[in-house]
């Protein structure tokens, strides 16, 4: 199975370097020179690193087969990928990947509110998107205080949702707020 790592930004100057968006817990043992890439789409890849280098807060990467902003402009947007064979089992107690949480059933209580959709790393904190039933998408905060349990074996994540988590994107509640003021 292959683990994103990260996901292609902008093109940075005229040697073909490249900003990225790090998915990865470990970008200095990721993104390392002569680490190869599966990436998606394929007609993009496989990517070689040449250089990588921090710019502030933004890694900055260089490919053996990226030699110019033309050629980075072209892989604008791809996904670059590992083989989950080159991971280490000791991580596991320490937290999710996002393929593994992907699917599951999003439950406050017994009660079944959705999927989860997706998984956003943020420097502060990380975030589920939970997709309802009803096709809304919901951020969910991944703190142990409002997803007390992840039960891969069983399928299922448990929420504890703070009052309005799940109403605070709902338009319908909006426009029955609003609706009392629209006859004047």
Known sequence: MQLQVARIG???GIRGEVTVQVLTDAPSERFVAGTEFVV?????GPLTIRSARW???ILLLGFEEIADRNAAEAI???KLFIETE???DEDDDEGWYEHELVGLEARVGSRVVGKVAALTTMPVQDLLTVKTEEG????VPFVD????EVNIEDGFILITPP???FEINDDTAEESKDGAGDDA
Do not use: F, M, Q, Y
């Open 136 to 139: 809304k998408e919901i951020l």
């Open 40 to 44: 998606e789409p394929a007609s993009a």
């Open 10 to 12: 902008k093109p940075h």
């Open 163 to 165: 009052a309005g988590l």
């Open 145 to 148: 205080e409002i997803v007390p």
């Open 55 to 57: 710019n502030k807060d």
């Open 86 to 88: 080159e991971l280490d």
């Open 76 to 78: 604008r947007g791809a």
